[in-house]
Every structure is written in structure tokens, then in C-alpha cells.
């Protein structure tokens, strides 16, 4: 099988490349100018943004766990962190509501750390109260709320203990996500 000329593969791409922005352009214009304003909106109705707050070593893996789970089910995730996270003010839904129909938060406040010896190694144990909320962005309003809850771990198991906070919550976390159809 002979190669493609460059000419032609370059041109193959850009058709390729194109292709959606054509046939968008085209259902837009075929209903009056509306379909763009409807694809966004519909495009938020399908978009959920997740924010973590506090220590991003426990949180941003807690909020890998959900975001995968909610694009496995047809969601859009965008991400973001809270800016100075770690006071004790409400979350504010309200800057997402054009771009996605919830917000989910998930913050690790830190409560202290400890240093931890074992066969002759030395690590800190960090201790943070985990809590998970969703609030409907357009609004504010409290979808839903996981009581706080003390996880204890280290750089090495990070991950892993967030895993074993956030995964027993998929369940209820797929309830909301169906709510939100």
C-alpha cells in the first residue's frame, strides 16, 4: 500500500478537523440561529464542576474518583480549586452557573500532622476532616452533603485513602448526577 501525498493527508485532517465545526454550523443555521445557544445550555445541564478546598494531597485524588465516575455517566467535568481555600467560608456555586448545573466540593481541611516512625523509616501522618457537598450552581441550593469525616494518611498512601473515602459515596453521588438529567 502506497502512502498518502502529504498534500492529500494534510487535507484529509483539516476535512476532518472541520467536520464538526461545519455541522454545527449548519444545524445553528437551520434552526433560526438557536442551536448554538441551545448546545450550550445543554452542554451545562451536562456539566458538573468539581472544586476542591483545602490540602489538594487528599482532595485532588477524592476528586479524580468522582470526576471519573460522572463521566462515566455521560457527564462533563470541569475542574477548579477554591482560591485561599482553607477558610471556613460557604461555598459559592454561583460563578458556575453558565458552566455547568452543579458543583460539587470537595475539601480536606487540615486538623494536624504527626511524625510516625516505622522499621527505622520516619513519615508524617496528616490528619484532615473530608467533606463532600453538591449545590445546584443556578441557585446555590443544597443538592447534597456527606457529613465530615477525619481521614488519616500519608505521601504514600494519598490516594489510596481518599479512594477508600469516596468510594462507598458513588451510590448516592449517582443519584445526584440522575437528578440532575
Request: proline share 6%; with cysteine.
Amino acid at each position: 500500500m502506497r502512502p498518502w501525498p502529504a498534500s492529500l493527508a494534510l487535507a484529509a485532517l483539516l476535512a476532518l478537523a472541520c467536520a464538526p465545526m461545519v455541522s454545527a454550523a449548519g444545524a445553528d443555521a437551520a434552526s433560526g440561529g438557536r442551536g448554538a445557544a441551545a448546545s450550550r445550555s445543554g452542554a451545562a445541564a451536562s456539566t458538573l464542576a468539581l472544586v476542591i478546598v483545602g490540602d489538594a494531597a487528599i482532595a485532588a485524588p477524592a476528586r479524580d474518583v468522582i470526576g471519573a465516575y460522572a463521566q462515566e455517566h455521560g457527564f462533563h467535568v470541569i475542574e477548579a480549586r477554591e482560591p485561599g481555600g482553607e477558610g471556613d467560608r460557604r461555598p459559592d456555586p454561583r460563578p458556575f452557573a453558565r458552566k455547568a448545573a452543579a458543583v460539587f466540593y470537595i475539601e480536606a481541611m487540615p486538623v494536624g500532622a504527626t511524625e510516625v516512625e516505622y522499621y527505622g523509616n520516619v513519615s508524617t501522618l496528616y490528619s484532615v476532616q473530608m467533606a463532600l457537598s453538591a449545590y445546584r450552581s443556578g441557585d446555590g441550593s443544597l443538592l447534597w452533603r456527606m457529613p465530615a469525616q477525619s481521614v488519616d494518611f500519608t505521601a504514600l498512601n494519598a490516594r489510596e485513602k481518599a479512594e477508600e473515602t469516596v468510594e462507598p459515596l458513588l451510590a448516592e453521588i449517582g443519584q445526584e448526577l440522575r437528578r440532575l438529567r
